[in-house]
């Protein structure tokens, strides 16, 4: 049987946001963007434990927000220099075998849905990973950075934006966890799929209503499509 895990990305600082508070705290309908996340999640009620990756200066923090939220399974573990080491670090706390299944999710999400959650493992079984994407609507060109111009059309139909959660199943996870680390940090993957490489990822389908807070003006578009799920 698949046991299902979470591990909810909350490392920020807040410095592109420029706020005194980590994006994470800051509140959507009275409530932080954590606690939004984690609460979507144990409403899920399948998961053996949530995994909550702080920024070590936030820790005590963390703790206070989630202290009704947090049952004993679950735990708090201060995360890395680069979102994959916070990552890395939330997989390594939590004992799996081959069959379970860990959803990754940035929480600065608070806006996915309960019936993606069931997609997602079941595109797990099939691929062995699995991503929440959303079409893109406008028309995009490949551009030569700092050449100032655009180089080829690419089809839009054939682009998808990249969303959280993600999930990854127990035994792509060990061949994932071989893959040597990249010395410089910059070249870390970005998220499941780019880690992933020329893998294949199943993908479930999502809307725009999945946004990432990460810049000044996203709490307030996340709040106008805010939807109770």
């Known amino acids: 049987m698949n046991q299902l895990f979470a591990i ?3 490392g920020g600082t807040g410095s592109r946001m420029g706020t005194d508070v980590p994006k994470q705290f800051l509140k959507l309908r009275g409530e932080s963007l954590l606690r939004h ?3 979507r999640f144990r409403r899920f009620g399948l998961l053996k434990s949530i995994t909550v990756v702080s920024h070590p200066d936030w820790i ?3 703790e206070k927000e989630l202290e009704d939220l947090l049952e ?3 735990r708090i573990v201060e995360g890395g220099e680069t979102r994959h ?3 890395l670090e939330g997989l390594r706390s939590v004992p799996y075998d081959e069959k379970d299944i860990f959803f990754i999710h940035d929480v600065a999400r608070p806006n996915f849905k ?3 959650l069931y997609q997602l493992v079941e595109q797990t079984k ?4 699995a991503s929440l994407v959303c079409p893109v609507t406008e028309s995009l060109v490949r551009v030569k950075l700092h050449q100032n111009y655009s180089s080829e059309p690419l089809k839009r139909e054939e682009v998808y934006a990249v969303k959280t959660p993600q999930s990854v199943a127990g035994f792509m996870l060990k061949e994932l966890l071989a893959i040597p680390l990249a010395v410089n940090p910059k ?3 970005t998220d499941l799929c780019t880690w992933m490489g020329e893998r294949r990822v199943g993908i479930v389908e999502t809307n725009f209503q999945n946004i990432k807070v990460t810049s000044p003006g996203d709490l307030a578009l996340a709040e106008s499509v805010y939807t109770l799920d």
């Not at 099939?126 to 990973?129: D, L, V």
Request: hydrophobic share 40%; no cysteine; aromatic share 4%.
């Open 8 to 10: 909810l990305l909350a």
């Open 37 to 39: 996340s984690v609460k």
């Open 60 to 62: 005590l923090e963390t």
């Open 72 to 74: 004993p399974n679950d």
């Open 85 to 87: 080491l916070s990552t």
């Open 114 to 116: 309960q019936n993606e």
């Open 126 to 129: 099939i691929f062995g990973a």
């Open 187 to 189: 070249l870390h993957p």
